[in-house]
């Protein structure tokens, strides 16, 4: 079986990070890993890579809580 990468680098407007707000920013995925963020001009194109642009839109941080209370009947009197 071939090893075979899959890239994907999704382009935005503005990409927020916790640190700040990048203006015309991406992020750059690898096999559905993030493996970079920045600005739209640290990123080499080419062929391989799959391009996803969103014109008048962020690129936000997923928020998934994960701490829960009684789940599967646990935990509950």
Do not use: W
Not at 15 to 22: Q, Y
Request: proline content about 4%.
């Amino acid at each position: 079986m071939k090893n075979s990468r899959i890239r994907r680098l999704y382009l935005a407007d503005r990409l927020i990070t916790p640190d700040h707000i990048i203006p015309n920013g991406g992020v750059l995925c690898e096999n559905d890993k993030i493996i970079a963020v920045g600005g739209i001009s640290g990123f080499a194109m080419n062929e391989k890579l799959e391009l996803f642009q969103f014109d008048n839109a962020y690129i936000t941080p997923g928020f998934i809580d994960t701490h829960i209370h009684g789940a599967f009947g646990q935990g509950i009197n």
